[in-house]
Nanobody, 120 residues
Framework: QVQLLESGGGLVQPGGSLRLSCVAS????????MGWYRQAPGKQRELVAT???????NYADSVKGRFTISRDNAKNTVALQMNSLNPEDTAVYYC??????????????WGQGTQVTVSS
């Protein structure tokens, strides 16, 4: 069974920075796209950033220029560097991955989420 485990959330003041990390474990053949999503109270879960195994990235307009997604394919990890945080970034952040357990068997896996709170 494959699991994604996030870390790095917490409380930060407006203008501050946080770095989220996510590691995949279990039976993994390869991981295709990985990404970060977030869900604020009373709102739907939304895409923050994604990255392919080749390193191509995609960002939500609201985080462009402030957040950077990166991954280490050898270690099955993905990270999200978040700078210039503002209160609107407050949410539970979820790691996501399209994980292949064999050449043809794949699943979309979600982490349990990590809370990010931006407040003075």
């Amino acid at each position: 069974q494959v699991q994604l485990l996030e870390s790095g959330g917490g409380l930060v003041q407006p203008g501050g920075s946080l770095r989220l990390s996510c590691v995949a474990s279990g039976r993994i053949f390869r991981i295709a796209a990985m990404g970060w999503y977030r869900q604020a109270p009373g709102k739907q879960r939304e895409l923050v950033a994604t990255i392919t195994s080749g390193g191509s990235t995609n960002y939500a307009d609201s985080v462009k220029g402030r957040f950077t997604i990166s991954r280490d394919n050898a270690k099955n990890t993905v990270a999200l560097q978040m700078n210039s945080l503002n209160p609107e970034d407050t949410a539970v952040y979820y790691c996501n991955g399209v994980v292949y357990r064999s050449a043809r068997e794949f699943y979309t896996i979600w982490g349990q989420g990590t809370q990010v709170t931006v407040s003075s």
